[in-house]
């Protein structure tokens, strides 16, 4: 993997954590129609994720569980 691969990986999986971020924000806001809106962004990424970016996302939130 080029780091122009490594660097694009990275950048869809802090993407993805920075939009979940987001979406527990509107939550806390009661702002429902926002945090529905970014879950559903979540989901047409999430579709378009390599199962590589989808093993990292999945241990980072393993990792996250288990502290």
């Known amino acids: 993997m080029t780091d122009f691969d490594n660097d ?4 869809n999986v802090q993407n993805y ?3 979940l971020m987001e979406s527990l924000y509107a939550r806390i806001q ?10 559903d962004y979540l ?5 378009n994720f ?3 970016e989808i093993e990292i996302i999945n241990k980072i939130i393993k990792e996250f569980k288990n502290d």
């Open 43 to 47: 989901d047409k990424i999430w579709n």
């Open 50 to 52: 390599t199962p590589e």
């Open 30 to 39: 009661g702002n429902g129609e926002e945090e529905d809106s970014l879950l």
């Open 8 to 11: 694009k990986l990275n950048e």
């Open 17 to 19: 954590f920075s939009v």
